[in-house]
C-alpha cells in the first residue's frame, strides 16, 4: 500500500468516525432547579436519531409527550447517579406520552437506572404512561408510588382502555429487565360512569409484545367497586393488580411478585369479577413464566355490603377464546415457578385456569395457597410438588420468605418508631402505638414457638 493510499484511507475512517460522531450525539442535561420547566421534553424533540441523553442526578418534573413526527426516532435516556433512585423522572400532572397510532412503528425509546415516580400534583387524578405503536426498553428502572384515583371530581372521563395504574400499552414492543414495580396501582370509584373496571396495577398490555426479566413487582393493586347504575354497558372487574396483558404475547422470567393484589371496596357494591392477583391474561397467544416467585398475592372481595366472593386466581388467572376463525390458539407454559401463600376466594388459591387456555406446567412449587390450589383444565408435564396441609404462617416471619431469621429482626429495626403505617402494624405486636424493644422480645418468643411447631411451616435460623 503506497503512502498517498494509507493517507486516503485514514482520511477516509476520520471523516467517517466524525459523522458517526455527530449522528450520535450526546446530551448532558441538569434538572431544572425552579421545577418549572421542561428540560428533557425539548431535547427529545431536536435530538437527531440514535443520540443518548445523560441525566445528572436529580429530579426531572415535567410530562414526556413524545407524539409528534419530530420525536418519530431512536433515542437512548440514561440516568447518570448510582442508582435508579438518584434520577427521578415525575409528571407535572397527566400522564406521559411516548408514541401514538398514526406516528411511526420504528420509533424506539430505551431507558436506563431511572426512577419514574408519582406526578407532582398530589392524589385524586390520573397518572403513569400511556405507550402506543412503539418500540420501548427499560433497563434498571424503577417505577414507584404511580397511582391513578377514578373518581367524580377527576376530569378525564376514562374509557375502557384507559384504567390502568402506571404503564398502558398499545401494540407496543416492550422489553423490561431488571426492574421494579412498587406501590403502583389504580382504585376505581365512581357514581357517574356505566363502566366499573380496574386492569393492571402496574402494568396494562393491549395487543402488545412483552418481555420481563430480572423484575420485582411489589404492593401494586387494581380496586374497584360494582355498577353504580343498572344501565351499565360492559362486566365490572378488578383484574391483574400487578399485570393485565389482553391479546399479544407475554413472556416473564426470573422475576418476584409479593403482595399484588386486586380486590374491592370494602363497603360497596361488590364488582361482577376479581381474577388474578398478580397476572390476569386474556386471550393472550402465547404467555410464558418461567423461574418466578409467587408469594401472598390475593384476589378478594372487599367484604362489601352486596355481593359475596369472587376472586379467581390468587397469583395468576388466563382466560382464552378465538377472536376469528384460523387465529393462533393460546400457549400457556409455566415452568420452574414457586407458589407460595396467594389467596382467592372462590378458586384457583395460585392458578385458575378457563376457557380455552392451553396450559402447561411444570417443575414448580405450590405451598400453601389456598382452596384448590390450581383449577380448571390445565396439563401437568411433570415435576410438580403440591404442599396442601399448611397452618397459619409464623408471625415472626415479618419478610414472608417463609423462613423467621435475622433478616426478619432487620423489619422491626427498618420499622420502629411511632405506629404510621400498616406495615409498622405488623410489627406492633403488643398493639401500643409503637414499633419498640417490647416487640423485639415479642418476637423472640414467636420465633422460638414457631421452630418448635413443625406445623407452622416456617424453619428458624440463628
Known amino acids: 500500500m503506497t503512502t498517498k493510499t494509507s493517507l486516503q484511507t485514514l482520511l477516509t475512517s476520520a471523516g467517517l468516525l466524525c459523522l458517526t460522531t455527530a449522528a450520535m450525539a450526546d446530551h448532558q442535561l441538569q434538572p431544572d432547579p425552579g421545577r418549572g420547566r421542561a428540560v428533557i421534553g425539548p431535547v427529545m424533540e431536536l435530538a437527531d436519531d440514535g443520540d443518548t441523553l445523560w441525566l445528572s442526578p436529580g429530579e426531572y418534573v415535567e410530562q414526556l409527550e413524545a407524539i409528534e413526527p419530530d420525536y418519530c426516532k431512536s433515542l437512548r435516556i440514561v440516568g447518570t447517579g448510582k442508582n435508579p433512585s438518584e434520577t427521578v423522572i415525575r409528571s407535572w400532572r397527566h400522564r406521559h406520552r411516548i408514541g401514538d397510532y398514526d406516528l411511526c ?21 390520573l397518572d403513569g404512561l400511556w405507550i402506543a405503536k412503539c418500540n420501548v426498553r427499560f433497563v434498571n428502572c424503577r417505577f414507584v408510588n404511580i397511582q391513578s384515583l377514578y373518581l367524580d371530581n377527576v376530569d378525564q372521563d376514562p374509557n375502557a382502555f384507559d384504567t390502568f395504574g402506571a404503564i398502558y400499552m398499545d401494540t407496543v414492543n416492550a422489553q423490561f429487565e431488571n426492574c421494579t414495580f412498587y406501590n403502583n396501582g389504580l382504585a376505581f370509584d365512581r357514581l357517574n360512569d356505566y363502566t366499573s373496571v380496574a386492569h393492571g396495577g402496574a402494568m396494562h398490555s393491549y395487543n402488545s409484545n412483552v418481555s420481563i426479566s430480572d423484575s420485582n413487582f411489589e404492593g401494586n393493586y387494581a ?17 391483574g393488580g400487578a399485570i393485565y396483558a389482553f391479546r399479544g404475547n407475554l413472556e416473564i ?87 407460595y401463600w396467594n389467596e382467592s376466594d372462590i378458586d384457583g388459591g395460585a392458578v385458575y ?47 414472608h420468605d417463609g423462613i423467621v431469621d435475622k433478616f426478619d429482626l432487620y423489619v422491626i429495626w427498618s420499622l ?13 405486636y403488643n398493639y401500643d402505638g409503637e414499633v419498640n424493644n417490647l416487640d423485639m422480645y415479642a418476637w423472640f418468643r414467636m420465633a422460638s414457638d414457631c421452630k418448635k411447631d413443625d406445623d407452622q411451616g416456617n424453619t428458624y435460623k440463628k
Request: aromatic letters at 10%.
Open 105 to 125: 412503528p420504528d420509533m424506539s425509546y430505551t431507558f436506563e437506572n431511572i426512577t419514574f415516580d408519582s406526578h407532582d400534583c398530589g392524589a385524586g387524578d
Open 253 to 339: 422470567r426470573n422475576s418476584r411478585f409479593h403482595e399484588n393484589e386486586a380486590s374491592s371496596y370494602p363497603s360497596k357494591r361488590q364488582p361482577d369479577e376479581i381474577n388474578g392477583g398478580a397476572i390476569s391474561a386474556i386471550c393472550v397467544d402465547r404467555l410464558w413464566i418461567t423461574g418466578c416467585d409467587f408469594e401472598h398475592n390475593s384476589a378478594t372481595w372487599g367484604g362489601g355490603r352486596i355481593g359475596g366472593p369472587r376472586g379467581l386466581g390468587g397469583a395468576i388467572y388466563t382466560n382464552y377464546w378465538q377472536f376469528y376463525p384460523f387465529e393462533e390458539t393460546n400457549r400457556t407454559n409455566l415452568a420452574d415457578n414457586r407458589f
Open 223 to 239: 380496586v374497584t367497586r360494582g355498577h353504580a347504575t343498572d344501565r351499565a354497558t360492559r362486566t365490572s372487574s378488578a383484574s
Open 416 to 428: 420502629w418508631g411511632k405506629v404510621k403505617t400498616f406495615e409498622q402494624q405488623a410489627a406492633d
Open 353 to 399: 385456569v378457563t376457557g380455552e387456555s392451553r396450559v402447561k406446567i411444570k417443575r414448580s412449587e405450590f405451598e400453601c395457597n389456598t382452596l384448590e390450589q390450581v383449577a380448571g383444565p390445565w396439563l401437568n408435564a411433570g415435576g410438580n410438588e403440591f404442599i396442601e396441609d399448611c397452618g397459619p404462617p409464623c408471625p415472626a416471619d415479618l419478610n
